[in-house]
C-alpha cells in the first residue's frame, strides 16, 4: 500500500470525526448525528477496499457490515439507556462491552450460515 494513500484515508476519516463534533457542539446534536450515521464511512471503506481487491472482497466486506451493523445500532442504544443512569466512561464501557458480546454472537451465528 503507497504511504500517500494511506494518509489520504486518515485524513478523511479524521475529517468526519472532526465534521461529526463541530456539527454536534456549534449546530445540532441532530446533526452531528445525521453525519456520524450517514454511509459516508462505509461508501469510502468499500471504494477503498473496492480500488485494492476487486468486486469480491468489497461484496464480502459489504455484508459483513450489514450484520455487523446490528451490534452497533445496539451499542448506540444501550450507550443511550446507560447515560440515563450512569456517569459518560462506565456508560460507554458497559455499551462497549455490550457491542463485544454482540459481535461475537453475530459472528457464530454467521458462522453457523
Same mark, same amino acid.
Given at each position: 500500500?503507497? =504511504?500517500?494513500?494511506?494518509? #489520504?484515508?486518515? %485524513?478523511?476519516?479524521?475529517? #468526519?470525526?472532526?465534521?461529526?463534533? !463541530? +456539527? &454536534?457542539?456549534?449546530?445540532?446534536?441532530? !446533526?452531528?448525528?445525521?453525519?456520524? &450515521? &450517514?454511509? #459516508?464511512?462505509?461508501? %469510502?471503506?468499500? +471504494?477503498?477496499? !473496492?480500488?485494492?481487491?476487486?468486486? /469480491?472482497?468489497?461484496?464480502?466486506?459489504?455484508?459483513?457490515?450489514?450484520?455487523?451493523? #446490528?451490534?452497533?445500532? =445496539?451499542?448506540?442504544? *444501550?450507550?443511550?439507556?446507560?447515560? &440515563?443512569?450512569?456517569?459518560?466512561?462506565?456508560?460507554?464501557?458497559?455499551?462497549? %462491552?455490550?457491542?463485544? *458480546? /454482540?459481535?461475537?454472537?453475530?459472528?457464530?451465528?454467521?458462522?453457523? %450460515?
Amino acid at each position: 500500500m503507497d =504511504l500517500s494513500f494511506f494518509i #489520504i484515508r486518515f %485524513l478523511v476519516g479524521g475529517s #468526519i470525526i472532526v465534521g461529526v463534533t !463541530y +456539527l &454536534a457542539l456549534q449546530v445540532d446534536p441532530k !446533526y452531528g448525528g445525521i453525519l456520524a &450515521a &450517514a454511509p #459516508i464511512t462505509t461508501m %469510502l471503506a468499500f +471504494l477503498f477496499t !473496492y480500488s485494492e481487491s476487486g468486486v /469480491a472482497t468489497s461484496r464480502e466486506l459489504l455484508i459483513s457490515m450489514f450484520w455487523f451493523a #446490528i451490534p452497533t445500532i =445496539l451499542f448506540i442504544l *444501550v450507550l443511550w439507556l446507560l447515560m &440515563a443512569r450512569y456517569p459518560v466512561l462506565p456508560s460507554l464501557g458497559g455499551a462497549f %462491552l455490550f457491542w463485544l *458480546v /454482540a459481535v461475537v454472537a453475530m459472528n457464530r451465528v454467521l458462522a453457523g %450460515l
